[in-house]
């Protein structure tokens, strides 16, 4: 059985585990991309943050 | 997913399907059956339009050399760009400007203590800014206000009771609240850092009163603030050398900030609208090309009846 049929068969065939699927990966979708995007934020912005230069204040 | 990526490409979804485009344009256009003198008429309108348009833009764009008062330059601020933050230490050090100088005269009745927490200070740092200030609270028991030592939820205390104090101090003119001063003044930190190293002995002509100073970014050339930041005007506490125009940039940076906290939040959606929306903008073209297949590849087939 390829891999789309064994995901079609355990995962949207049925209302139930297709509606859990939706919301399970609504919320991973939404963890990962905001993680992603702050990533890329403080990445670029690095040694410009608070978070960056907070130490230098903190004992 | 090999599948499916096939199934897409297969589909012609990146194929240019210009002549189709053409064609429909040709076929159903209703500006085919305009008379010629209609035709010019809006050809003309549109002429005209577009270059009004670009009249308006170049105006804008222009050096304004008519102006009396000197436009400041464009800066290149480290906050200056899509996805760019406030520079957090550039912030602190504008604090402390904010702190030795301008505060002498200027009030910053918007931005808390709190506010700081985060920003430019910890919680400890910016208590202790806060104790520092002596705030008017009240009325106790007996209906008298007292003199407290502020706290984080304080605002910032100004020099002067109120208007007319801060005028008579400082010759009738009124020195401005700096909370939102970026937002509120033409050319924002560019104006701010312009103004702040902008002093100049007066050219020839230009006649001064009592205790005006000459300065061309300042609408009218004459301000009654005396310049305030020199090289080593104050320290800084984490050693960067004190130039004027390092002390100009800093409390800039400051200003910027206090006039829009909400600025690296900002910056920071900015990036997660561009993503989510280039996903949302593929969905929908795919979803488009789809539903919309069946339609464009029909066939219309005409038969006379034979009789």
């Known amino acids: 059985m390829s891999l789309s049929k064994t995901i079609y068969n355990t995962l949207f065939k049925r209302s139930s585990t297709f509606a859990l699927t939706c919301v399970v990966s609504a919320f991973v979708f939404e963890r990962g991309f905001n993680l992603g995007c702050d990533t890329f934020f403080e990445t670029i912005n690095k040694g410009k943050l608070w978070q960056d230069i907070k130490d230098n204040y903190t004992q | 997913m090999a599948a499916s990526v096939g ?52 105006l804008d764009k222009s050096v304004r050399a008519s102006d009396l008062e000197l436009h400041p330059p464009e800066n290149p601020w480290s906050h200056s760009g899509w996805f760019k933050s406030l520079d957090h230490a550039s912030i602190r050090r504008g604090y402390e400007v904010y702190k030795q100088v301008c505060a002498a005269c200027h009030s910053l009745r918007f931005i808390a203590y709190r506010n700081l927490v985060g920003v430019s200070h910890t919680e400890d740092e910016a208590k202790a800014e806060a104790e520092e200030q002596m705030i008017t609270d009240g009325p106790d028991e007996s209906g008298n206000m007292f003199q407290r030592p502020g706290k984080l939820s304080d605002y910032v205390p100004g020099p002067y009771a109120n208007e007319e104090a801060a005028r008579a101090a400082n010759n009738g003119a009124f020195p401005p609240d700096l909370s939102y001063i970026v937002l509120a003044r033409h050319g924002g930190e560019d104006y701010i850092f312009s103004l702040l190293t902008g002093y100049y002995d007066a050219p020839a002509g230009v006649i001064l009163r009592e205790g005006q100073f000459f300065n061309p970014y300042f609408p009218g050339g004459a301000i009654s603030m005396a310049q305030a930041l020199y090289n080593e005007a104050i320290e800084y506490s984490d050693g960067t050398p004190a130039t004027a125009s390092q002390l100009a940039k800093d409390v800039a940076t400051f200003l910027k900030w206090t006039s829009e906290p909400e600025f690296d939040d900002r910056q920071r959606l900015l990036i997660k609208v ?20 069946s339609l464009k590849t029909r066939k219309i087939e005409f038969r006379p009846k034979n009789k």
Not at chain 2, 15 to 42: A, D, H, P, V, Y
Not at chain 2, 274 to 293: H, P
Request: charged residues 15%; proline residues 0%; positive net charge.
């Open chain 2, 274 to 293: 561009i993503g989510i929306s280039t996903i949302l903008l593929a969905i929908t073209y795919y979803a488009k090309r789809f539903k919309w297949s």
């Open chain 2, 7 to 58: 199934r897409i490409c297969g589909a012609g979804l990146f194929k240019s399907n210009k002549t189709n485009c053409l064609r429909q344009i040709k076929s159903f256009s209703t500006t085919r059956e305009w008379t010629t003198g209609k035709k010019t008429l809006f050809g003309s309108l549109g002429v005209l339009a577009g270059g009004a348009g670009v009249l308006i833009y170049a």
